[in-house]
């Protein structure tokens, strides 16, 4: 029984129980969510904002960036739009919180609404529909070539670099281990 106890307390030095500690961390952040996705397994407690972000000529925007915050809550909630265009944000509120103010920002342009529900209505889905057209398109960016030649060329120059550097060491070594004549 000695043996394991001196064993595991070899295994528990300090350098392990950062490992360790980060290990259980890890876990927690996975394993564990947040307050917020407790509350919001009830309907009195979700609020959904959803809508479209386009363009003037009324196409999505896909891949666009949303930010949606209730002035009750600490922070914002960061949707991304889909293919065509549509994203959709979860808030927490609560039934105290109906008539308070939403903030949805995309493409530098905001727009502010009040969470419009009932609080005594506790089945039907509060949600409200924020749509945003984006007067300007955004440039397209054409994706040369000479991009991607970017990363090989230093891809090479590190693996030549590492190469050179595993050579120098080795030979560095033989002739430390070479005997003196």
């Known amino acids: 029984m000695q043996d394991v106890w001196?064993?595991?307390m070899r295994f528990l030095r300090a350098q392990h129980l950062v490992y360790i500690a980060g290990l259980a961390l890890g876990v927690w952040g996975?394993?564990?969510?947040?307050?917020e996705v407790f509350a919001t397994h009830e309907n009195d407690h979700r609020f959904i904002?959803?809508?479209y972000i386009t363009d003037s000529n009324g196409n999505g925007l896909p891949n666009t960036k949303v930010f949606v915050r209730a002035e009750v809550l600490e922070t914002g909630i960061t949707a991304f739009a889909d293919q065509a265009g549509f994203y959709s944000a979860l808030l927490h509120l609560h039934d105290a919180d109906a008539g308070k103010a939403v903030t949805?920002?995309?493409?530098?342009?905001?727009?502010h609404i009040a969470a419009d529900f009932d609080p005594e209505d506790k089945e039907t889905?509060?949600?409200?529909?924020v749509n945003i057209v984006h007067a300007v398109p955004p440039v397209q960016y054409q994706n040369d070539a000479s991009d991607s030649s970017v990363y090989l060329i230093w891809g090479l120059v590190v693996l030549i670099v590492g190469i050179s550097f595993?050579?120098?060491t080795r030979k560095l070594l033989r002739r430390r281990k070479a005997p003196l004549a």
Do not use: H, N, Q, Y
Request: proline letters at 4%; a negative charge; aromatic letters at 8%.
């Open 125 to 129: 889905e509060r949600k409200a529909i």
């Open 30 to 35: 996975v394993f564990v969510p947040s307050s």
């Open 49 to 51: 904002v959803e809508g």
């Open 104 to 111: 949805v920002t995309a493409l530098g342009t905001t727009e």
């Open 166 to 168: 595993g050579v120098f």
């Open 6 to 8: 001196s064993v595991m």
